[in-house]
Nanobody
Framework: QVQLVESGGGLVQAGGSLRLSCAASGRTLSFYAVGWFRQAPGKEREFVAA????????DYADSVKGRFTVSRDNAVSMVYLQMNSLKPEDTAVYYC????????????????WGQGTQVTVSS
């Protein structure tokens, strides 16, 4: 089993940037596709981005395309979400999650979740 810990959240002004990190321990991260999800107050959790086990393919929600970039470094068991041009509507708790296939992650059905990190974008 893999354990996930997110970090890098915080308060930022609209138009600013943040880089979220997800540290994995336990089972080797390279076994998994990885996704980022978010949940805003009063809303359901939604898919943000995903990357295959080797970084060869990525997918993004339409709302973040061109602004967010997901990447990974299997050598250090880390996954990142670079978020640029942030908007107030990006405010949410962001979760890292892993699954054994890319498509199960993209469809919102990963196997393991982190505890989340808060991102707040002020207008």
């Amino acid at each position: 089993q893999v354990q996930l810990v997110e970090s890098g959240g915080g308060l930022v002004q609209a138009g600013g940037s943040l880089r979220l990190s997800c540290a994995a321990s336990g089972r080797t991260l390279s076994f998994y596709a990885v996704g980022w999800f978010r949940q805003a107050p009063g809303k359901e959790r939604e898919f943000v981005a995903a990357v295959t086990w080797n970084g060869g393919r990525t997918d993004y929600a339409d709302s973040v395309k061109g602004r967010f970039t997901v990447s990974r470094d299997n050598a250090v068991s880390m996954v990142y979400l670079q978020m640029n041009s942030l908007k107030p509507e990006d405010t949410a708790v962001y979760y890292c999650a892993v699954g054994e296939t890319f498509f199960t992650v993209v469809r919102g059905n990963p196997d393991h979740w982190g505890q989340g990190t808060q991102v707040t974008v002020s207008s």
